[in-house]
């Protein structure tokens, strides 16, 4: 293991539980807003009962809440001074006592963004974490793959910064055993392999995913020769061509100096060997090609198997004479090829042990890798997006396995968490779940609800940029159930219209597609009492826009619980001697 700086140290249990007191005590009051769902949003009259604020004065503020989204705002400054002197955050009445309505957007918005995982002074900046972890060796750029070439911009953002860090991990803690779950596609266990040369097995539950991963791999592999090949044919070009401009030079100074022999001593003419005839392989040059073959030791181990590859390709050239014996004897053409070849296959076989291998088997908490993977050593386990309970699955792992040395996990689809206290009264077998995971939270018996866990998924950053929520497909959806409850009686819907919007021409076009999908008679309703909804309801799209703009704001402070949640778990383990 390589001698590196100390990495940052994370906050001590304590301090992360009276963090995680402060977000509850806010999220108390604020997670009906995210539990709130917009198909019910005019069944259920969500805006009277929830905002006591006019959607204009919401819509306004967050706007601007949104638009400075990245620099604190000087009325955040005193209470965060206040947050940290007494740990208590004193912020102004953000809800009504008596009726629980929202009253003041500033301070909701102000609070929401001060429980936010950056605000919180938890997590430690990407580009300082790299820099502890590279110490003052320069950034490993591995091989010359692009991962735009195979995914698309958004993939291969993702897959670039993880392997980044997953690499500078494993220099780190001399690890070379990656464990990728919830491989899906191999994107990122193919880059960290090719790119870095780690050994990486990627497991997902999914057959299909497998099979198409060793497609992909098999594809992958085909380019990734292309490349080599093409590396090695610009370097062995760039040899031959200054081997044919010395051969100018040396030709050009070769016949002055014939000519003045002939000139000078004509006797001499007869005495002349061939050797002085071959401009081409001059001593020079060939002391050039014995110096550059010396210097090879200066190259890293990868980059000294293309030059010895690019050395030898340009000796194999040369006639058998040509070269001079030196310290070891001579070796003629033919068995300098054989010696290329062996050198080559070698090598061949090398990348051909860093493709990653592709598993098949579904991860669970308990899922015992050494029935998984034979060969298993020391290792670090990432994922990319670990869907669900495999997120929380990879951590109980990590905490439970010897071998298992470090983790490096994205989760992603926080709906599709397994929450223990959602159902309370349901019978359940299941003893391991998703949500909570740290004795604290147990103990509270938190439940976040489906719909609260599906907005923390929201990206606050894509609503500042104009990437804003489909409004107009969320509002034909929510009038959609008005008329589904007038006219046919029905409350609760456990089918999905789905994207039945983006297929629409116009709201009546919707309605009658979306009604014959759900299996209800559509040519009951005319055309205008389908319009006259339209015409009720348009005027109060607004009150539907900046509800779901204050679920994007709320929705970092959801994720920030979860993940606390899991960092809280981490440290409950006393997990002596590695980094969290």
Request: proline share 4%.
């Amino acid at each position: 293991m390589a001698a590196f700086c100390p990495l940052p140290v994370t906050q001590d249990l304590s301090t992360l539980r009276a963090k995680l007191q402060g977000l509850l005590r806010f999220l108390r009051e604020a997670l009906c807003i995210s539990n709130a769902h917009t198909v019910d949003f005019y069944t259920e009259s969500v805006w009277e009962q929830l905002i006591d604020l006019p959607p204009e004065k919401v819509l306004a503020v967050l706007r601007k809440s949104t638009e400075a989204a990245e620099s604190r705002t000087p009325e955040a400054r005193p209470l965060v001074e206040a947050e940290r002197a007494s740990g208590i955050t004193d912020f102004p009445k953000i809800f009504c006592e008596t009726s629980q309505k929202l009253l003041s957007v500033e301070a909701f918005a102000l609070a929401a963004k001060y429980y936010s995982l950056q605000n919180l002074g938890i997590c430690t900046p990407f580009a300082q974490l790299l820099v502890a972890l590279r110490g003052n060796q320069t950034e490993k750029t591995g091989e010359n793959v692009k991962p735009d070439e195979f995914m698309n911009l958004k993939k291969s953002h993702e897959v670039q910064a993880m392997s980044e860090l997953i690499s500078s991990i494993a220099d780190y803690y001399g690890i070379k055993q990656v464990i990728d779950l919830g491989s899906g596609k191999g994107y990122l266990s193919s880059f960290l392999s090719l790119n870095y040369g780690l050994k990486v097995y990627g497991i997902d539950s999914s057959n299909i995913n497998t099979h198409g991963a060793q497609e992909r791999n098999r594809k992958l592999k085909k380019h990734w020769k292309s490349c080599h090949t093409q590396t090695k044919l610009d370097a062995n070009g760039l040899a031959l061509k200054m081997a044919k401009e010395k051969k100018m030079q040396d030709g050009i100074q070769c016949k002055a100096d014939i000519e003045g022999v002939y000139n000078n001593s004509p006797t001499n003419q007869e005495m002349m060997s061939t050797s002085d005839f071959l401009p081409d392989f001059s001593v020079s040059l060939i002391s050039n090609i014995r110096k550059q073959m010396e210097n090879l030791h200066v190259y890293s181990h990868r980059e000294e198997n293309v030059c010895f590859e690019n050395a030898f390709s340009l000796i194999d050239t040369l006639p058998l004479n040509a070269m001079e014996p030196a310290s070891s004897s001579q070796m003629p053409k033919r068995k300098m090829s054989e010696a290329n070849k062996g050198r080559r296959k070698t090598m061949s076989k090398s990348t051909e042990s860093n493709i990653y291998s592709p598993l098949t088997s579904f991860i669970t908490a308990d899922s015992e890798l050494h029935d998984i993977i034979k060969d298993l050593e020391d290792c670090l386990m990432v994922g990319l997006h670990t869907c669900g309970d495999l997120a929380p699955n990879t951590l109980r792992l990590f905490a439970s396995k010897s071998e298992i040395k470090g983790v490096c996990s994205v989760g992603c689809c926080y709906h599709l968490l397994s929450e223990e206290f959602e159902n309370p009264h349901k019978e359940c077998t299941q003893e391991k779940w998703g949500f909570p995971m740290c004795h604290y939270l147990k103990e509270e018996r938190w439940c976040c609800g489906r719909n609260a866990r599906m907005s923390a998924c929201l990206a606050l950053e894509r609503v500042a940029v104009g990437r804003g929520l489909p409004t107009e497909s969320l509002f034909y959806r929510a009038v959609l159930q008005n008329i589904i409850k007038d006219c046919y009686g029905i409350t609760k819907c456990d089918q999905h219209v789905g994207k039945i919007y983006s297929k629409s021409s116009s709201f009546l076009d919707y309605v009658r597609k979306s009604l014959k999908k759900l299996g209800l008679d559509e040519s009951k309703l005319p055309e205008k009492l389908i319009m006259d909804y339209y015409e009720k309801y348009k005027p109060r799209m607004n009150e539907l826009e900046a509800f779901n703009m204050l679920k994007v704001v709320l929705a970092p402070c959801i994720e920030t619980l979860i993940l606390l949640d899991r960092l809280c778990y981490l440290k409950e383990q006393i997990l002596h001697g590695l980094h969290l």
